[in-house]
């Protein structure tokens, strides 16, 4: 199993949409993000785990799902690199491999001695537009098929039945 843990607040201050976002109106920006990563778990199939500062959310520690995405926010005090260590410890096993999405340097190295391995936001944010072309493409190949009728008809017994098919009532 692969497991990808997001550094929100880092992935958001990396990615130029998400930043300009993030300056108008910062829950829409964190809704965005785990939209984005709710469609790349949906298409690669891997579990996602997006930790947020207590830092922007005041209170108590929370965790929830949405749309498929576990979403964290730390405990007050507790930053989300904090988090995202115990959560390797939990996760990482012989089964399990375990990616952290953070440009955050001083982060990365930890977690690679944890056994964890690293994803820059960019490579995150190269990936998800990547996966969103293969997308739209598959999306358009699916719209220009033509399926051939289940029943074999003369062209003119098929036009006929369509044009009756079309006509108001």
Do not use: C
């Amino acid at each position: 199993m692969i497991i990808l843990v997001v550094d929100g607040y880092n992935v958001i201050g990396a990615w130029d949409e998400l930043h300009a976002l993030r300056d108008k109106d910062f829950e829409q920006s964190r809704q965005l993000l785990i939209e984005k990563l709710a469609e790349y778990q949906a298409y690669t199939g891997q579990r996602v785990i997006v930790v947020f500062d207590a830092y922007h959310v005041r209170g108590l520690e929370k965790k929830y799902e949405n749309f498929k995405v576990e979403v964290v926010y730390t405990k007050e005090k507790e930053t989300a690199d904090d988090r995202i260590e115990k959560l390797i410890k939990t996760l990482k096993n012989v089964k399990t491999q375990v990616y952290v999405a953070t440009s955050d340097y001083a982060e990365q190295r930890t977690i690679f001695g944890q056994g964890a391995l690293r994803k820059s936001s960019r490579e995150l944010y190269l990936e998800i537009k990547q996966i969103e072309r293969e997308i739209d493409q598959e999306i358009e190949g699916y719209n220009t098929r033509h399926f051939p009728p289940k029943i074999p008809l003369k062209p003119e017994v098929r036009d006929t039945l369509e044009a009756w098919r079309r006509r108001k009532k």
